[in-house]
């Protein structure tokens, strides 16, 4: 079945540094990929998404481009703050399909230190 | 924006007890879907519901059951609560798949503990 991959945390950066993310996934169809934000004690909000290949995803200084050829989605960040800390989750969904749940990783935890 | 409203936010319950969870979708939003994130985990579906009916199904334990009324809003019945039915619960609202506005907005999740 489908399914994402992603790395394993925690990161920890210091303020200002570089931020990926790397994050795989195996499907069957021609997925949409997102990435989902989850602040302490909150729920999912979506950061980025993109729906084809070499789309580009971007918000609030993230990007992510869905890359068909390595099948991969990493998430990056040219420079964090210490308000990004959180759990970051890579999913897909099978846009069009039969089905649109969204099937997740298991999630980066992203600690920041000033 | 109005956003996915889920009550209660937190619900503490005995083992077996029955607890019942409730959303409300984004307006104009049909279809709805539910997940559970047990603690350091990732969300995992349990079941979706488009235009009142059924339209997928994941890892739902038989005792769960869900519906989807006429105002589009959602609820998730658990029965014979068990201690590993702690968890976030999320509900996700999104318009018709297939449209190109399409995206899951989840709500703030309903923090079950089961005693």
């Known amino acids: 079945g489908d399914s994402v991959t992603q790395m394993e945390g925690p990161v920890t950066l210091s303020e200002e540094a570089f931020l990926t993310i790397n994050c795989t996934y195996t499907a069957t169809g021609y997925p949409s990929l997102f990435w989902y934000v989850q602040y302490p004690g909150e729920g999912l909000q979506l950061l980025l998404k993109?729906?084809?290949?070499?789309d580009k995803g971007s918000n609030k200084g993230f990007e992510a481009t869905y890359r068909k050829e390595t099948t991969s989605f990493h998430l990056e960040k040219g420079s964090v703050q210490v308000s990004d800390s959180a759990v970051y989750f890579c999913?897909?969904?099978?846009?069009?399909?039969?089905?649109?749940?969204?099937?997740f990783g298991t999630g980066t935890l992203l600690a920041v230190q000033p | 924006a109005a956003g996915v409203i889920q009550s209660p936010r937190h619900l503490i319950k005995e083992k077996r007890e029955t607890a019942t969870l409730k959303c409300y979708p984004i307006p104009r939003h049909d279809t709805v879907y539910w997940y559970q994130q047990g603690p350091g985990q990732d969300p995992q579906f349990l079941i979706s519901f488009y235009e009142k009916m059924q339209s997928d199904k994941g890892s739902i334990p038989d005792r769960f059951s869900a519906q989807q009324f006429s105002d589009y809003h959602s609820e998730l019945n658990m029965s014979s609560l068990e201690l590993g039915d702690s968890a976030l619960y999320f509900c996700a609202s999104s318009r018709e798949p297939g449209q190109s506005s399409y995206e899951q907005y989840f709500g703030p999740g309903t923090r079950l503990t089961v005693t």
């Open positions: 993109a729906t084809k290949a070499d």
């Open positions: 999913a897909l969904s099978d846009y069009g399909g039969a089905t649109n749940k969204l099937i």
